[in-house]
Nanobody, 124 residues
């Protein structure tokens, strides 16, 4: 099984950018599609972006489309989330996970091996 660790979060101003990283340790990483989710206080975990095993297919929630970019570097066992033009409503803990079943790409039940999350806080 793969251990995932998110990093790169922080406190930024609206309009700024951050790049989150999700580093995998251990066994095969490149065979899995990956997803980013986020969870704000008192809210359910919501889908942000996903990427297939080869990195040539990407999916985004409407709320982040055009602002966020998911990518992966299988040689480095890392998936990234580049976040541009950040908004106050992007404030959340961001998690990465492995996609392990078929179904709706944004369904968190299709993922496992969740990381511990990294906090992103956007201020005005």
């Amino acid at each position: 099984q793969v251990q995932l660790v998110e990093s790169g979060g922080g406190l930024v101003q609206a309009g700024d950018s951050l790049r989150l990283s999700c580093a995998a340790s251990g066994r095969t990483f490149s065979n899995y599609a990956m997803g980013w989710f986020r969870q704000a206080p008192g809210k359910e975990r919501e889908f942000v972006a996903a990427i297939n095993w080869s990195g040539d297919r990407r999916y985004y929630a409407d709320s982040v489309k055009g602002r966020f970019t998911i990518s992966r570097d299988n040689a480095k066992n890392t998936v990234y989330l580049q976040m541009n033009s950040l908004k106050l409503e992007d404030t959340a803990v961001y998690y990465c996970a492995l996609r392990v079943s078929t179904g709706v790409v944004g369904d968190p039940s299709a993922y496992n091996s969740w990381g511990q999350g990294t906090q992103v806080t956007v201020s005005s």
